[in-house]
């Protein structure tokens, strides 16, 4: 498995997000419009794309959401992919280069309808906080956040 560090112009990452927007689409429905408009691609300057045999197989990203605090955003894996812990390593590589950069803690949004999303963020050790910014009034929103400072680290 490589993991490459890049940007939302990348290739690779733009493919796996287009497949990520049709997933969401099937699972939000009537929702999705509401979600889609927070999850532009432009200017997200820190990426990851997982390859397995030179296939790009999984992506993540994050943006800043204030000076210490990163938000994980655009997390996918193709879904033969799935079980092989590949989100997990391109969580874990984030989570690194957010901490790399200064930052302290993660945050993140996902559906109470992405139950596997739920489970890989658990699992990673974040926890469930109050639903922040436009996530708010949404009772489909699950918002959780992360310490990630150094010597904090989850097992997985």
Known sequence: MILKRTSSDDPDFRTLVARLDEFLADIDGEEHAF???????DGIPYAVVAYENDRAVGCGA?????????????MFVLP???GKRIGALVLEELESWARELGYTDCVLETGHKQEAAVSLYKRSGYESIPNYGQYADVSNSIC????????????V
């Open 35 to 41: 979600y889609s408009q927070f999850n532009k691609l």
């Open 80 to 82: 033969e992919q799935r």
């Open 62 to 74: 994050f943006r800043p959401h204030s000076p210490e605090v990163a938000e994980i955003k655009r």
């Open 144 to 155: 959780m956040k992360k310490n990630i400072s150094i010597g904090e680290r989850s097992a």
